[in-house]
């Protein structure tokens, strides 16, 4: 699992590396300002001098190296041993797929920058496709979930999810049809709504699972009586 894992960063980490390169290449050597963030609308909101915005793209690369050695230690310190790699199917979801998500970023700002340097400034689509992608994830997430173990990483990790298996299946088998339902969401929103819309469309059903799950995983608690009244495991 942490292999698979490394591998596909070590990839993610070409491949950003490899549009930071081009982008360099290609803005013309006369373009003294770079954009280096856009807002929701797809405008650039924020500019940089060209040598100070090309040291800060290294950002998203850095980024993914950090995610990928954070990774990589937490099956050994999961006081859950054993459960990270049952769960392994959510793992890696959650690990590729966040570093799929900066590659796409990273691809996405190069072409933009290249673009903006040339006069055209709209990053409207390339906003609308990763707020898709994101969706995207939420679906494979949600998917992978019911097949999660009791562990303190990853999933819904509540009070009591982790001191009831009862709650935390339960939990895990409702999280995921709403992860999924709100993922599908996202992916509809990133393209019906505009600017900060789209954000609103995507946060609300996200905050509005996480809040149900968490409640639901308290009413199965209470009512498992095999509960533990701490986190310690038997």
């Known amino acids: ?22 982008l360099g290449q290609n803005v013309p050597a006369d373009v003294t300002q770079l954009p280096v963030h856009w807002g929701p609308d797809g405008r650039p909101d924020r500019f940089l001098p060209r040598a100070e915005a090309l040291q800060t793209f290294w950002i998203l690369p850095g980024v993914s190296l950090g995610m990928a050695a954070v990774m990589a230690i937490i099956p050994a310190i999961d006081p859950f041993r054993g459960n ?27 072409v933009l920058t290249v673009r903006a340097a040339g006069g055209d400034a709209d990053g409207n689509e390339f906003v609308r496709w990763i707020i898709a992608g994101t969706g995207l994830l939420f679906v494979f997430l949600g998917d992978a979930l019911p097949k999660t173990r009791p562990n303190f990483f990853v999933g819904v990790r ?16 409702l999280a995921g049809w709403l992860f999924v339902l709100a993922g599908l969401w996202t992916i509809a929103a ?16 996200i905050l509005l699972t996480v809040a149900v799950s968490a409640v639901h995983s308290w009413m199965v608690w209470r009512t498992d009586p095999d509960r533990r009244t701490s986190f310690r495991r038997e």
């Open 1 to 22: 699992m942490i292999r698979t894992g490394l591998i596909f960063s070590a990839a993610a980490f070409a491949v950003m590396a490899g549009a930071i390169w081009w």
């Open 158 to 173: 509540t009070p009591w999810t982790l001191m009831s298996d009862l709650a935390w299946q339960k939990t895990h088998r």
């Open 84 to 110: 990270i790699e049952r769960s392994a199917r959510a793992y890696l979801t959650a690990w590729i797929g966040a570093q799929a998500l900066l590659v796409f970023a990273a691809i996405g700002a190069a």
């Open 190 to 205: 990133a393209f019906l709504f505009d600017g900060i819309h789209i954000v609103f469309a995507m946060m609300g059903p």
